[in-house]
Nanobody, 122 residues
Framework: VQLQASGGGLVQAGGSLRLSCTAS????????IAWFRQAPGKEREGISC????????YYRDSVEGRFTISRDNANNTAYLQMNSLKPEDTAVYYC????????????????WGQGTLVTVSS
């Protein structure tokens, strides 16, 4: 079982990207979905999470108001809409899933995607 994160790329500061997270052999509707990122030389950090029913969302302070997490269970996909991107958002972004409530702790996630690189130029 693996998640697939996509949608990364090179964007100028102030621009937008939408990341997608899909899964093979896993029904995302039964999982909370989280997005993490890891910048060069830094630890992986949790930046957003959406509950199983989509009723609760959580954001890291540094992305609050700029990023929006959502899910489309009918299409087995979760999204991270990223607006007003900053150079400090440059990182590899990962999606992850767990069958219970949201967590920002990467050690509590059960399934991971391979990561997609987001580069924000100044």
């Amino acid at each position: 079982v693996q998640l697939q994160a996509s949608g990364g790329g090179l964007v100028q500061a102030g621009g937008s990207l939408r990341l997608s997270c899909t899964a093979s052999r896993l029904t995302l509707a039964y999982y909370a979905i989280a997005w993490f990122r890891q910048a060069p030389g830094k630890e992986r950090e949790g930046i957003s999470c959406i509950s199983i029913n989509g009723g609760s969302t959580y954001y890291r302070d540094s992305v609050e108001g700029r990023f929006t997490i959502s899910r489309d269970n009918a299409n087995n996909t979760a999204y991270l809409q990223m607006n007003s991107l900053k150079p400090e958002d440059t990182a590899v972004y990962y999606c992850a899933a767990r069958p219970v409530g949201c967590s920002g702790n990467s050690e509590r996630m059960n399934y991971w995607g391979q990561g997609t690189l987001v580069t924000v130029s100044s």
